[in-house]
């Protein structure tokens, strides 16, 4: 499989299966590695291919909400145990730092509510629970605002693309635009920021 057809939402999915999709669903939501996956776009896609019956929404939503909290447990416990090492650690193919900073200044500014909103924006998502947990964010607070994110992305994208594929004639017709439209709204909120930061400083 080539790079191109390994972002490709459908054709992903339909490589790896439902355990793969709750695999990367995992691996984004806390895994500081798994920034580059399409996790949007996955799950809209994976809602659309259960619409036509290539497995069921119910296990779906179901199973991509309990990797994505249990994701990001293991990004928070991450951010604990490596600390303030972490903004000195050296770039690499997978990590960059000025993710983590990216990520930090979406953190401080919505505090515990950015592990809610931080699931719907790319890069961010995976960085937020491992700077919760450098932060020392009490885990019980952690948890709640976790499953309420977790089960608010992933059984929102996938029912959108569930009800999508069961109600539009011809839905493939109009994959490529819906998801181009799925990954430019999901960057709003850093194109915002950045623009807010630029005529700030």
Wanted: aromatic residues 16%; proline residues 3%; glycine residues 10%.
């Amino acid at each position: 499989m080539s790079i191109l057809e390994f972002l490709d939402p459908k054709t992903l999915i339909q490589t790896v299966g439902i355990l793969g999709v709750f695999a990367i669903v995992f691996a984004e939501s806390g895994l500081f590695f798994g920034f580059f996956l399409p996790g949007d776009s996955l799950l809209f896609m994976a809602g659309l291919l259960a619409s036509q019956d290539y497995f069921s929404i119910t296990w779906l939503i179901i199973g991509c909400s309990i990797f994505a909290i249990l994701g990001d447990n293991v990004g928070y416990a991450f951010g604990r145990r490596v600390g303030e090492k972490i903004f000195t650690r050296e770039d690499s193919f997978f990590f960059h730092k000025k993710n983590v900073t990216r990520a930090q200044i979406f953190y401080e500014k919505y505090g515990k509510k950015a592990i809610v909103l931080a699931r719907f924006v790319p890069v961010v998502r995976t960085f937020a629970p491992i700077l919760a947990g450098v932060g020392k964010m009490h885990y019980r607070t952690f948890l709640i605002y976790n499953i309420i994110g977790g089960i608010i992305w992933s059984a929102g994208l996938t029912l959108l693309g569930f009800v999508l594929g069961s109600t539009i004639p011809d839905i493939d017709s109009y994959i490529l635009p819906i998801i181009l439209v799925i990954i430019f709204v999901s960057f709003i909120p850093i194109i915002v920021s950045y623009v807010l930061e630029k005529k700030s400083s």
